[in-house]
């Protein structure tokens, strides 16, 4: 089993920065993928981001590219995603999750472990 606690949403005007952390227990070797995804009110689950945890291999949705960055810390066992430039679109709970199975996969279904995910709202 893998345990994942994000960290670090919260409120921000739009154009401004947040960064959240997941930090990752348990069976951490399993996880050969870490993404973040995300959920608005009434809107399936949205991929964002991943990390491929063999050589850093970064992939992102097409409407954080350029704004937002995943990297891990493996020495601490934690997963970020650096934002910025946020936008109003941006408010979502976002969700830390860990893929055990080879490739990279930017499908919510596919993914085996999740947080219970962190609000972050951007106001105008």
């Known amino acids: 089993q893998v345990q994942l606690v994000e960290s670090g949403g919260g409120l921000v005007q739009a154009g401004g920065s947040l960064r959240l952390s997941c930090a990752v227990s348990?069976?951490?070797?399993?996880?050969?993928?870490m993404g973040w995804f995300r959920q608005a009110p009434g809107k399936e689950r949205e991929f964002v981001a991943a990390?491929?945890?063999?050589?850093?291999?970064?992939y992102y949705g097409d409407s954080v590219k350029g704004r937002f960055t995943i990297s891990r810390d493996n020495a601490k066992n934690t997963v970020s995603l650096q934002m910025n430039s946020l936008k109003p679109e941006d408010t979502a709970v976002y969700y830390c999750?860990?893929?055990?199975?080879?490739?990279?996969?930017?499908?919510?279904?596919?993914?085996?472990?999740w947080g219970q995910g962190t609000q972050v709202t951007v106001s105008t």
């Open positions: 999750a860990a893929d055990r199975h080879l490739g990279v996969s930017f499908y919510a279904r596919e993914y085996d472990y």
């Open positions: 348990g069976r951490t070797f399993i996880s050969r993928t």
């Open positions: 990390i491929r945890q063999s050589d850093g291999s970064t």
